[in-house]
């Protein structure tokens, strides 16, 4: 059974734009989450998404935003980058009590 | 709210002693509680987690974790640290039942270093 995938695994962006993250979750798995990890704040939940509605969300600014697909298939944006936002962005994908976390996609703003 | 605090950032053993990561948690309903392992640059592996039933709960790579309730605790031992132990460490608790399952909680996480 194939994880769960996150692509790009790097990514350079300058500030002010913006960027698109993708997250495909193991088969069968309707819950996607995603989460923020830096150096200085640590593990941050970002939102979670099932069945292509969002569920639950943590205290982002509106710069971040997300969606599902039908295939619960899900994808990430942030706008309007700031170095702050350099971190890796790690998805999971949730089955019963269990969440399932891809490699990741680091994210470097300059 | 749950929260979870995670008692030293930086933990050293030498090979084949004792390890033992301290997680407490705070949360206001019953909780499912989990210990995940980072390596560098890669995602998070679940070792092992608490929802309901037996207190001791074991996980991969001869890891267990006891919960105690009493002591709002659920901290992470393994008999016998090994090099490929070396690696970061989070609790993470997130509440029971409904539809909160995928909304995890974390500690900051403990780097264990593991000396020969």
């Known amino acids: 059974k194939a994880g769960v995938t996150q692509t790009p695994r790097y990514l350079i962006k300058t500030r002010g734009q913006q960027v698109t993250l993708s997250c495909s979750p193991i088969s069968g798995h309707r819950s996607v989450s995603w989460y923020q990890q830096t150096p200085g704040q640590g593990l941050q939940f970002l939102f979670e998404y099932f069945s292509e509605t969002q569920r639950n969300k943590g205290n982002f600014p509106g710069r971040f935003s997300g969606r599902q697909f039908s295939n619960s298939r899900s994808e990430m944006n942030v706008s309007t980058l700031e170095l702050g936002d350099s971190a890796l962005y790690l998805c999971a994908s949730s089955y019963d009590t269990e969440a399932f976390f891809g490699q990741g996609t680091r994210l470097t703003v300059v | ?116």
């Open chain 2, 1 to 116: 709210a749950q929260s979870v605090t995670q008692l030293g950032s930086h933990v050293s053993v030498s090979e084949g002693a004792l390890v033992l990561l301290r997680c407490n948690y705070s949360s206001s309903v019953p909780p499912y509680l989990f210990w995940y392992v980072q390596y560098p640059n890669q995602g998070l592996q679940l070792l092992l987690k608490y929802t309901t039933g037996a207190t001791l709960v074991k996980g991969i790579n001869g890891f267990e974790a006891e919960f105690k309730k009493s002591e709002t605790s659920f901290h992470l031992t393994k008999p016998s640290a090994h090099m490929s132990d070396a690696a970061e460490y989070f609790c993470a608790v997130s509440l029971a039942g409904g539809t909160s399952y995928g909304k995890l909680t974390f500690g900051q996480g403990t780097i264990l270093t593991v000396h020969p």
